[in-house]
């Protein structure tokens, strides 16, 4: 959760116009860490807190 929101956090930041959904690219991380291993699997797990 802390990384959806600190993504929200940045995301708000840069751009007025745009629109960027927490859930779906925490979903979407999810995915990958599911298939990644070794050092990727690490580093997406931290950033996601999985």
């Given at each position: 959760m802390?990384?959806?929101l600190e993504l929200l956090r940045y995301s708000?930041?840069?751009d007025e116009t745009s629109?960027?959904?927490p859930f779906a690219v925490v979903s979407?991380?999810?995915v990958l860490y599911?298939?990644?291993r070794g050092?990727?699997?690490r580093e997406i797990g931290?950033?996601?807190s999985a």
């Open positions: 802390d990384f959806a708000s930041e840069a629109l960027l959904s979407a991380m999810s599911s298939g990644a050092k990727t699997e931290a950033a996601i």
